[in-house]
């Protein structure tokens, strides 16, 4: 894949074009958005984008301005519990849900408002837990998108037993505590020291330094580690996409982007389950890669990118 041509950015500041408000779930729940419209000229459709655990919406910017140069209209939310989307629990540190299913409502309701209101084609995308939802929802046919991207998806985690007794595990901490109380300590990774996040997330020292400032900027935007609840939330929906003909029912076209050495998610489950996808064209990074594709250097990024261009040029129907 050819580079990407450059362009200056700020990736610290919200662009003057984006609008930023709030949209309800069906509980009323308020969710941050973010809208930004493609420059003059017909647009070549709308994307939804979707972070992962702990994201929100600033970490993307740049990464919206590329698709929206290429003549995307693009909206992002942060997921209830984190980001600019408020918390679950009184702890604003820990990241806590009991049940994804209350995120896949939130995307069903959110998809179909957004679709109403917006100029098709339509593409869904997300990383890391974003894509795990976004490929559930895709199963469940919640959403009926004319294209998903699943970058670096959460589709299992980096443990050395089997999803069944993950959940068991997690289950009993549940049962023996508060479920919202936090799994680990610090970091994205279970005995990860701090010092290690930058390496698990992306070779570049720039892109990662924008989070961190972002992070003192506005401080709604920092959350740290997850709760039992989510653990045991999250095995349940591994195991729930595990089952046979789940998978296999997904209807719309798939790219997945995933780093093979990446240090937070299996890189084998998500290659294990594109597999069983109808209609998925998967790229494995090597080790040039970590786990945020879209925040990498540049050699990395901008092949992603490239790679989404060509996926959905080849099958995203025209306007």
Same mark, same amino acid.
């Given at each position: 894949?050819?580079?990407?041509?450059?362009?200056?950015?700020?990736?610290?500041?919200?662009?003057?074009?984006?609008?930023?408000?709030?949209?309800?779930?069906?509980?009323?729940?308020?969710?941050?958005?973010?809208?930004?419209?493609?420059?003059?000229?017909?647009?070549?459709?709308? %994307? %939804?984008?979707?972070?992962?655990?702990?994201?929100?919406? #600033?970490?993307?910017?740049?990464?919206? #301005?590329?698709?929206? !140069?290429?003549?995307?209209?693009?909206?992002?939310?942060?997921?209830?519990?984190?980001?600019?989307?408020?918390?679950?629990?009184?702890?604003?540190?820990?990241?806590?849900?009991?049940?994804?299913? /209350?995120?896949? $409502?939130?995307?069903?309701? *959110?998809?179909?408002?957004?679709?109403?209101?917006?100029?098709?084609? &339509?593409? /869904?995308?997300?990383?890391?837990?974003?894509?795990?939802?976004? *490929?559930?929802?895709?199963? #469940?046919? !919640?959403?009926?998108? $004319?294209?998903?991207?699943?970058?670096?998806?959460?589709?299992?985690?980096?443990?050395?037993?089997?999803?069944?007794?993950?959940?068991?595990?997690?289950?009993?901490?549940?049962?023996?505590?508060?479920?919202?109380?936090?799994?680990?300590?610090?970091?994205?990774?279970?005995?990860?020291?701090?010092?290690?996040?930058?390496?698990?997330?992306? &070779?570049?020292?720039?892109?990662?330094?924008? #989070?961190?400032?972002?992070?003192?900027?506005?401080?709604?935007?920092?959350?740290?580690?997850?709760?039992?609840?989510?653990?045991?939330?999250?095995?349940?929906?591994?195991?729930?996409?595990?089952?046979?003909?789940?998978?296999?029912?997904?209807?719309?076209?798939?790219?997945?982007?995933?780093?093979? &050495?990446?240090?937070?998610?299996?890189?084998?489950?998500?290659? !294990?389950?594109?597999?069983?996808?109808?209609?998925?064209?998967?790229?494995?990074?090597?080790?040039?890669?970590?786990?945020?594709?879209?925040?990498?250097?540049?050699?990395?990024?901008?092949?992603?990118?490239?790679?989404?261009?060509?996926?959905?040029? !080849?099958?995203?129907?025209?306007?």
């Amino acid at each position: 894949m050819t580079d990407q041509p450059s362009f200056d950015f700020d990736r610290r500041r919200i662009p003057s074009g984006a609008v930023v408000d709030h949209v309800h779930a069906p509980d009323g729940w308020p969710l941050r958005r973010i809208r930004w419209t493609a420059p003059d000229g017909p647009p070549k459709g709308s %994307l %939804l984008f979707f972070g992962g655990r702990g994201d929100h919406f #600033e970490k993307y910017l740049e990464t919206f #301005e590329d698709w929206r !140069r290429r003549g995307w209209q693009v909206t992002s939310i942060d997921w209830r519990g984190q980001g600019g989307s408020g918390r679950t629990t009184a702890n604003p540190n820990v990241g806590h849900i009991d049940d994804f299913a /209350i995120w896949i $409502d939130d995307i069903a309701h *959110l998809f179909g408002q957004w679709q109403g209101e917006s100029i098709g084609p &339509h593409v /869904i995308a997300g990383h890391s837990m974003g894509g795990h939802l976004l *490929l559930r929802a895709l199963a #469940e046919q !919640r959403v009926a998108p $004319d294209a998903a991207i699943l970058v670096a998806p959460m589709l299992g985690f980096l443990a050395p037993y089997p999803d069944w007794l993950g959940e068991k595990v997690a289950g009993l901490m549940c049962r023996i505590g508060d479920p919202a109380r936090p799994a680990w300590k610090i970091s994205e990774k279970p005995g990860s020291p701090l010092a290690a996040r930058r390496q698990l997330l992306t &070779h570049d020292a720039a892109r990662y330094d924008d #989070e961190q400032w972002w992070h003192e900027a506005v401080p709604e935007t920092l959350l740290g580690p997850g709760s039992w609840g989510w653990v045991r939330a999250a095995y349940t929906s591994f195991l729930k996409m595990a089952q046979p003909g789940v998978l296999e029912s997904v209807n719309a076209p798939v790219l997945m982007l995933v780093a093979r &050495h990446d240090g937070l998610v299996s890189s084998k489950a998500a290659i !294990r389950d594109a597999a069983r996808l109808p209609d998925c064209t998967l790229h494995v990074y090597g080790r040039e890669a970590a786990h945020e594709l879209l925040r990498e250097a540049d050699g990395v990024r901008n092949d992603a990118l490239a790679r989404i261009d060509a996926f959905l040029d !080849r099958v995203v129907p025209q306007r």
